[in-house]
């Protein structure tokens, strides 16, 4: 009866533990939020090979940005990692990939590639520092101040995101996210497996000592026997 209740209990505790892995296997991760801890990550980097892009990386001076283009963008010997837009797109598909790109177009070629399933694994990070253009007026006009206030009214009305919205494309709306399936590779199933092959060195070395144990056991319990009946 004891033997049948704890083959029960660990069918449930296996069932549960399989379920938490799946379920963690289809969420996202939320490790990588920052530039920082893009460049502390395995995760290798692409950018939209544009001319603004190739200056703007070789030019960029704020250390992490720096070190990102150096480590990842363009290691040394080796060939800068400028690539096209569809390519890129491709490379994220695949994983492991991050792709500096202009979402407005981009978004066109994720809507095109990926599943549904893999849209709600897309994470986004600000790379560019940039503000918003300026505005060309003539010199000492008299209409400096009315164009100031329409500007900052067109911001403040929200008619320029409006117009952004209608001008770029948006970003795919995550849906399936239930159906989606994650292939798992060897990196991510190296912790599991270093458990088991140190458990099973563990379970060799205590079957040795409980053989070496019982051999000493029964090696002074039949010499105990022998003085016993020699006296």
């Known amino acids: 009866m004891v033997l049948l209740l704890l083959f029960v209990a660990l069918t449930f505790l296996y069932t549960s533990y399989s379920a938490n892995i799946v379920a963690l296997l289809q969420s996202s991760s939320s490790q990588i939020r920052t530039l920082e801890d893009l460049l502390h990550s395995r995760i290798k980097f692409g950018v939209h090979d544009t001319v603004f892009n190739r200056h703007y990386f070789k030019t960029e001076t704020e250390p992490v940005r720096r070190a990102i283009y150096k480590t990842k963008v363009a290691p040394p010997g080796t060939e800068p990692r400028f690539i096209s837009m569809e390519k890129g797109v491709k490379e994220m598909k695949k994983g492991l990939f991050a792709f500096h790109m202009e979402t407005g177009v981009g978004y066109k070629f994720v809507g095109k590639y990926f599943e549904e399933g893999e849209k709600c694994g897309l994470k986004e990070i600000q790379y560019l520092?940039?503000?918003?253009?300026?505005?060309?007026?003539?010199?000492?006009?008299?209409?400096?101040?009315?164009?100031?206030?329409?500007?900052?009214?067109?911001?403040?009305?929200?008619?320029?995101?409006?117009?952004?919205?209608?001008?770029?494309?948006?970003?795919?709306?995550?849906?399936?996210?239930?159906?989606?399936?994650?292939?798992?590779?060897?990196?991510?199933?190296?912790?599991?497996?270093?458990?088991?092959?140190?458990?099973?060195?563990?379970?060799?070395?205590?079957?040795?000592?409980?053989?070496?144990?019982?051999n000493r056991h029964r090696i002074i319990s039949t010499i105990n026997d022998k003085v016993l009946k020699t006296k």
């Open 129 to 214: 520092r940039v503000i918003d253009p300026w505005l060309a007026v003539r010199k000492n006009t008299q209409f400096m101040e009315m164009f100031k206030i329409g500007t900052k009214r067109l911001q403040e009305h929200g008619l320029q995101q409006r117009e952004n919205h209608l001008l770029y494309e948006k970003r795919p709306k995550c849906v399936g996210r239930q159906a989606n399936f994650v292939s798992v590779s060897m990196v991510d199933c190296y912790p599991a497996l270093l458990l088991l092959t140190y458990g099973a060195l563990l379970a060799v070395v205590v079957t040795i000592i409980e053989i070496i144990h019982h």
